[in-house]
């Protein structure tokens, strides 16, 4: 096995042999990025709060496993992504709490509004805040790889190293993606293509 990544390999090294300087550069490079990612794709500051933790805690646990054959910030990353594949499981088995009404306290006690705001529409934000919406609607790979790709701003060799994929797949991916929000924003927003 060839080991492509030494500068990284010798990083963890550092970090399983206790250098606590080695354990606070990887924070350090990794944490702020991680946390914005996780952010994202859980909507969530509490929740990537805690999988930006729990996945930096796990890379200085696991670092005498590095094997360095992909990036060290890559293979953290994967580390990340199951962290937020499981949170995002867990909320799937969450019991929605049946007596709460979110409406209610819109309302006086005569059942009319108690509050009226009636800002101009302002479109940017709504198309944006469309597109958000069916984006949370993507499988998970494919919201990942426009998280990184569109948003982030990743180049596609770095996107795909970050998922794992090769950037052919990482296309193939992006491709699929962008063509379910397009076809989830029209739907949303009406389009003008009749």
Sequence with gaps: MEVAHADDVELAHRIAAGDEAAAEEVVRSLGREMFGFARR???DSGAAEDAMQETLLAILKGASKFDGRVPLRAWGF???????????????REAVIGDVDPERDAFNA??????????PW??????????RDCMETLPLRQREALELFAVEGKDGVEAAALLGVTPVNLRQILHRGRSAVRKCADAKLGSDED
């Design 78 to 92: 994967g580390i990340l992504r199951h962290k937020i594949t499981d949170t995002l499981r867990k909320r799937g």
């Design 110 to 119: 005569k059942g009319a509004w108690k509050h009226m705001n009636f800002a």
């Design 41 to 43: 794709m859980l909507s």
């Design 122 to 131: 302002r479109e940017d934000e709504e198309t944006l805040q469309v597109v």
